[in-house]
């Protein structure tokens, strides 16, 4: 059992090297940001109250992160492990996820802010397969995605605006899980400021 968190700020390439990690580790990618904004399409009654959190980049009440949380880790494909990806978030999601299982390793991707709003803003994914892209710093390639049905999608809230927010979100709520993962001594630390397939090398690294 072998149960990864993900831990940076938004724009961090968390869900990018999730994906890349997913054959290696054999783990499902568990996003509770993909888990919300499917409820939001869904339009479920999470997804209609999680809405307004998101279109304001707010947090979602821990409330409803942790049940979601719970229902996931309760399907097949969880049995021997997940990557949490974007959870948790805060101390107390931190602390209802010690009851649910215990964390092998927290992987902190680390980015300054200055970069964040380039990296986000101008990031899109394929809506077909799920691979995420940048105009500038990962554009999609000549001959198009590799799963060979390439529809562009980006975020509501990839906007200027709602990274400002997000990102304060971060430094006030999330950021504080560092030294409550520290104390554990779980916590790894990546730069992330570099090339992708460094960063995946030094996770995979990081985790073996
Ligand atoms: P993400 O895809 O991880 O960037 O999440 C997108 C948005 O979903 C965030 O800005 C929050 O509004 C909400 N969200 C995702 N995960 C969480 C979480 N663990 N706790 C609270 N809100 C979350």
Do not use: W
């Not at 809506?127 to 001959?143: M, R, T």
């Not at 520290?182 to 090398?201: A, E, P």
């Amino acid at each position: 059992m072998l149960n990864i968190v993900l831990f940076g700020p938004p724009g961090a390439g968390k869900g990018t090297q999730a994906q890349r990690m997913m054959d290696a580790t054999g783990l499902p990618q568990v996003s509770t940001g993909d888990m919300l904004r499917a409820a939001v399409k869904a339009q479920t009654e999470v997804g209609l109250e999680a809405k307004k959190y998101m279109d304001a980049g707010a947090l979602v009440p821990d409330e409803v992160i942790i049940d979601l949380i719970k229902d996931r880790m309760k399907e097949d494909d969880a049995k021997n492990g997940v990557m949490f990806d974007g959870f948790p978030r805060t101390v107390p999601q931190a602390e209802a996820l010690s009851e649910i299982v215990n964390v092998s390793i927290v992987l902190a991707i680390d980015v300054p802010d200055e970069r964040i709003v380039e990296r986000i803003c101008g990031r899109f994914s394929c809506g077909n397969c799920g691979v995420v892209f940048h105009d500038q710093f990962n554009p999609l390639p000549a001959n198009g995605c590799a799963c060979g049905s390439f529809m562009e999608k980006r975020r509501a809230d990839d906007t200027e605006e709602t990274v400002v927010a997000r990102l304060k979100a971060y430094h006030q709520q999330t950021a504080p899980l560092a030294e409550f993962y520290q104390k554990k001594g779980l916590f790894s630390l990546v730069d992330g400021d570099r090339d992708i397939d460094l960063i995946t090398t030094d996770l995979l690294a990081a985790i073996n």
